[in-house]
């Protein structure tokens, strides 16, 4: 990770090395926090922040789900995003809020604890690397099940959900995958780790719809409004597992991993075995839009 000078700490800069918590944090034994990942991206009209409105709002409903009062308002957020990347001189980078019951009681209540929020940003390339972008990953389908809204909130970025995430993501690379896919208590595709998944199929794209476990992703989001403004039908709809092996291309899609393609699937080969040409379309719109070339996307990118 590439250090920065300072990171917003409850309404004020703390530098990087300082912004700490008590070893007796909440939010650090039970899970009691909601976050947000978010890119700002270089432009010819300087940094942009892509879907910044989106993103804070989904972090206040996941806090609402959570029964968490943030204390401060959307406007303070959202303009304390874009000061932590201007006082960081920054031209592109990765954007972390997060919201957390801090120290003052420890038990499975929160209530009577501090809310505390904090924003750090920082450079950070795709997520599953540049070759990844270009050639597509190798995934595995994970032993490990989506967790479901009967346990907890899929549809809300909680910190503790993520625990499922990541051993689905440990169990995939020590198999030797770059990343693992998570079926849901029905046996039907949920999402990854950490990103919301298509697949192509006769030109037309199908993703799990929420009730399936995927979060409500906001580049799952953007690339079902660019592919229908380019003519490509999106079906929400549940998916089989053998429907990804016979998919004519996969792709992930999130923050961190924009879009990624999918070459492989527990040693089957998709379509080609590389990056297909549907996805490498919306890829390259993709990168067009987050850079402010594309002129109906503009409303998607805020400005520092």
């Known amino acids: 990770m590439i250090k920065t000078e300072l990171i917003w700490v409850n309404g004020k800069f703390v530098k ?3 912004a700490k918590i008590h070893i ?6 039970y899970g009691t926090g909601v976050f947000e990942g978010i890119r700002c991206y270089e ?3 300087g940094p942009a922040v892509f879907r910044l409105k989106d993103h804070i709002k989904r972090l206040f409903d996941s ?3 959570f029964m968490m009062e943030i204390p401060f308002t959307f406007e303070e957020i959202f303009e304390a995003t874009k000061e932590t990347i201007r006082v960081n001189k920054l031209k592109e980078c990765y954007i972390r809020p997060i919201a957390y019951y801090g120290y003052k009681e420890m038990g499975l209540n929160p209530l009577n604890n501090p809310v505390e929020v904090a924003i750090a940003c920082y450079p950070w390339g ?3 690397g540049e070759e990844g972008l270009k050639k597509g990953v190798r995934c595995k389908i994970s032993s490990w ?3 479901d809204s009967c346990m907890l909130p899929p549809l809300a970025k909680l910190t503790a959900n993520y625990a499922n995430s990541t051993l689905a993501k440990l169990e995939a690379l020590n198999c030797g995958y770059e990343e693992a896919i998570l079926l849901n208590f029905d ?3 949920a999402e990854g780790p950490g990103e919301n998944i298509f697949i192509v199929k006769n030109g037309r794209l199908i993703t799990p719809p929420f009730s399936a476990g995927a979060l409500p992703g906001i580049t799952r989001n953007s690339v079902i ?3 229908k403004d380019q003519g490509i039908i999106t079906i929400e709809a549940d998916i089989l597992r053998e429907q990804l092996f016979l998919a004519d291309e996969a792709f992930f899609t999130g923050t961190a991993a924009e879009i990624t393609p999918i070459r492989e699937i527990d040693g089957r080969v998709i379509g080609n075995g590389s990056r297909g040409p549907i996805t490498e379309k919306l890829q390259s719109e993709f990168f067009r839009v987050v850079r402010g070339e594309v002129k109906k996307y503009l409303n998607w990118l805020d400005f520092v």
Do not use: F, N, Q, S
């Open 16 to 18: 990087w090395d300082e």
């Open 24 to 29: 007796l944090t909440h939010g650090l034994h």
């Open 43 to 45: 432009t010819k009209e």
């Open 63 to 65: 806090a609402k789900v």
């Open 126 to 128: 795709t997520y599953l």
């Open 145 to 147: 099940r989506r967790i």
């Open 187 to 189: 046996g039907k595709i």
């Open 225 to 227: 409004t660019m592919a």
